[in-house]
């Protein structure tokens, strides 16, 4: 569970390495081990954060404060009934719904994976409307389920929908050399190359991969466009890896940062 990550089977051996194979090799030995523990230490740490911040609703003040217009997300609790039991004044309703509220007047959730306690996936908040939205099951075996949310969003005074894609790709390599496949064939049947586009979320991509492989189909990291290192953003209490990104086509970033937690 949540409070005690360590107890899931492989788990030390998965956050090993994570937080290994972002380093350049050679490197200290000692510098490996010292890395090791300090992505167990902070990964649980952040688990038990995380949960504690949705039962004192700090996530959803921390995001009406940013004022976006869309809202990307990653493993979003559609439903979790052994959290609403544990937890005192946890949200009733979805989580995705919990935190559009008022703000964000259209919401899309996509369900990745079922448990017998609830569900969670991805979500796209939106201050505009969302005219059509798909979720495609990209699941590379049944331990690991993950989706593409795809979005159509129509913009006041935009001549074209705004396409926007929230994705969570698999922690290991040939996974996601797979998942990117499928998001570059749904980009190329389903997206107009004039129509803008922008794709967000948890690539899990520890290499810096992807950014040469959307490339070919016209997108471009918006760090990387605005001349800003490409962030490292997890775990939130001590950032090592770049795992988030976030890509466009047929837009132009004016601004680009990473937010502290």
Not at 75 to 94: I, K, L, M, T, Y
Not at 128 to 153: K, M, T
């Amino acid at each position: 569970g949540f409070a005690d990550p360590h107890t899931f089977p492989g788990f030390y051996a998965l956050t090993d390495n994570a937080s290994t194979s972002a380093m350049y090799y050679p490197c200290d030995p000692r510098k490996v081990i010292e890395s090791k523990w300090q992505h167990r230490a902070t990964y649980q740490e952040t688990c038990v954060a995380d949960m504690d911040a949705w039962n004192d609703h700090d996530v959803r003040e921390h995001l009406r404060q940013l004022n976006a217009d869309l809202v990307f997300l990653q493993e979003v609790q559609g439903n979790h009934d052994r959290h609403a039991r544990r937890f005192h004044n946890w949200p009733a309703q979805p989580q995705h719904e919990f935190l559009a509220d008022s703000v964000w007047t259209d919401f899309a959730y996509g369900r990745n994976a079922v448990y017998d306690d609830g569900h969670h996936g991805n979500a796209i908040l939106s201050r505009f409307p969302i005219v059509r939205w798909d979720n495609q099951d990209i699941s590379a075996h049944r331990f690991e389920s993950r989706g593409l949310l795809h979005c159509e969003i129509e913009i006041p005074g935009w001549p074209e929908l705004l396409h926007c894609i929230c994705v969570h790709l698999a922690l290991t390599a040939g996974h996601r050399n797979r998942q990117m496949r499928l998001l570059q064939t749904r980009i190329e049947q389903l997206v107009p190359r004039s129509a803008p586009l922008i794709i967000a979320g948890d690539f899990n991509d520890w290499r810096n991969r992807a950014e040469e492989k959307l490339a070919t189909i016209g997108l471009v990291d918006v760090f990387r466009e605005r001349g800003v290192r490409l962030p490292r953003t997890f775990p939130g209490r001590l950032p090592m890896l770049r795992l988030d990104r976030i890509y466009a086509r047929g837009l132009v970033a004016t601004d680009a940062e990473c937010l502290g937690s």
